[in-house]
């Protein structure tokens, strides 16, 4: 499935509009992670923990989007938004992702 922050695809023309489709995942950042990504903090440089959290997170976000798209007969997502959150004191990690589900000529 073809998934795009544009409105457009290039060279294709959207059959039909099918509706807005989203996904979300909040996903638990362990004491260890913290602490360690605490100490990076401190001495600079990047948290491959949360990295990874993060990565995760938008990998189901995105699934969950694209299943949707599916269920309403869509071969695409276009205009799609990622949006990062943390919530609580940062213990918890949000990704939310919502587009709009489309038919496109194959």
């Known amino acids: 499935m073809l998934i795009t922050t ?7 023309k959207v059959i039909k509009y099918l509706g807005l489709v989203s ?5 638990g950042a362990n004491i260890i992670k913290d602490f360690l990504a605490g100490i ?6 990047r ?3 949360y990295e990874s959290e993060l990565r995760q997170a ?3 976000a995105i699934a ?6 599916k269920t309403l007969g869509g071969n695409a997502v276009i205009g799609v ?3 990062f959150e943390t919530i609580g ?5 949000m990704v939310s992702a919502c587009g709009t589900a489309v038919y496109i000529e194959e």
């Open 6 to 12: 544009t409105n457009t695809v290039e060279g294709k």
């Open 23 to 27: 996904g979300e995942a909040i996903l």
């Open 40 to 45: 990076r903090d401190i001495v600079g440089g």
């Open 47 to 49: 948290s491959a923990a």
């Open 58 to 60: 938008k990998d189901i």
């Open 64 to 69: 969950e989007m694209i299943e949707q798209a």
């Open 81 to 83: 938004d990622l949006d």
């Open 89 to 93: 004191q940062g213990s918890m990690l």
